[in-house]
């Protein structure tokens, strides 16, 4: 039905009808949205033929590119055979207990139990929901505070937008609910100033000793970070940071949640961030990646050492999602890990395409509005200032990173604008030829910005 309907038949329903995540509806109503269509590898194709290099990987999640067939097959095998079923009241399905074994199998080696859910968001719901119980059990119920970070990112539920550190969402809601504690992030280019890297680390890091100590460590249950912070702008931690951080958990035994929902299922070239950082974390959320986001599906998975008093002292846990290990997202994450392993696509990151995506994307660095370009695994940020030296920004509202976007658009390619910062986040099958092109039609859209602000190239 949809396709019978021309662009400004779809855009002038969408106006009337659709109110869409994280966006000004007057202003985009006033322009009209634009309507991705089909999809094929690392190409979107739009409603008027236009075509599109996909640097975000949809949003962080279309890991295997589009149109995957085995994917499809699994999904219309699972649909056939039980569209749903659920894991309540003593039951489950078949895939929903393979996808639970595979998952223990590719996540660390103390990490052996996974809790299911729709999101990413409820997976962080479920992280406070655990952590608590966790400390309840261990009759330690006053350690009720978990600690997170400044435009850390953690999704948009009441839990997820509280847990996240963006001032923009808790303003429009009463957020944070109680018991969640801000920090300062790791990001050296935008607040570390003239410090060294790894001292300006190991300062952000003391920044949660602080913290447990002003708060008392009887009172702090967890912390939760990204391994690199995503949404906040590609922002890779100094190498001191995650060492200095492992330490402070460990002295105060507090637990280590790390949201995997970007990093995870390979985009660092290891299997989770937390094997790239070499973390030892005891709840890890995912979601995005798992499923190659063909369908919606995430959950946490746990450590022995949370499990053991889940699964001993626990008595029922009182949480879950009807759709929590849902038949058919499983078994589409089931082909999903199947596919990463069969193909070696997390080895090819680690070994052939992140190395070459860092020096294809490095060489932007030489861009008069590039302060610092930077990437790591299949993540990439380029910042974009008026000054090299001082970091002086154009603007405080993010007008260029804005401006930038738009022509990206232009050219062919979605990059995505965080302030004025512009992030990647590409397919992990993206080919080296793809990467050219990527960074070709970045460069170009540099370039358009540039002229527009009236800045030789
Ligand atoms: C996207 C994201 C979430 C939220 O996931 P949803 O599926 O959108 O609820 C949580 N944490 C991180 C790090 C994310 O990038």
Known sequence: M??????????????????????????????????????????????????????????????????????????????????????????????????????????????????????????????????????????????????????????????GA??????FMHEQGGLPIPGISHIRQPYWYGEGGDMDKNEFGLLCAQALEDRILALGPDKVAAFIAEPLQGAGGVIIPPDSYWPAIKKIVKKYDILLVVDEVICGFGRTGHWFGSDYFDLEPDLMPVAKGLSSGYLPIGGVIISDRVADVIINQCGEFAHGFTYSGHPV???????????????????????????????????????????????????GALELVKDKKTRERFSTTGATGALCRDFCVKNGIVMRAVGETMIISPPLVITRDEIDELVAKARKSLDGTAEALGIAV
């Open 2 to 159: 949809a396709g019978k309907l021309n662009l400004k038949e779809l855009q002038a329903l969408d106006a009337k009808h659709h109110l869409h995540p994280f966006t000004d509806a007057g202003a985009l109503n006033a322009v009209g949205t634009r309507i991705i269509e089909r999809a094929e590898g690392v190409y979107l194709y739009d409603t008027e033929g236009k075509k599109f290099i996909d640097g975000m990987a949809g949003l962080w999640c279309v890991n295997l590119g589009y149109g995957r067939k085995e994917l499809i097959e699994a999904a219309t095998a699972q649909m056939t055979e039980l569209p749903f079923y659920n894991s309540f009241f003593q039951c489950t399905t078949p895939v929903t207990v393979q996808l639970a074994a595979k998952i223990a199998e590719v996540a660390p080696a103390h990490m052996n139990h996974v809790f299911f859910t729709g999101s990413g968001s409820e997976a962080n719901d479920t992280v406070i929901r655990m952590v608590r119980r966790y400390w309840q059990l261990k009759g330690q119920p006053e350690r009720q505070v978990i600690i997170s970070r400044n435009n850390g990112y953690h999704g948009s539920t009441m839990a």
């Open 162 to 167: 509280s847990l996240g550190g963006m001032k």
């Open 329 to 379: 997202c499983a078994a589409v994450a089931l082909e999903t890990i199947r596919i990463l392993q069969d193909e070696k696509i997390v080895e090819n990151v680690r070994d052939n395409l992140a190395p070459y995506l860092n020096e294809q994307w490095l060489t932007l660095q030489d861009h008069p509005l590039v302060g610092e370009a930077r990437s790591l695994g299949m993540v």
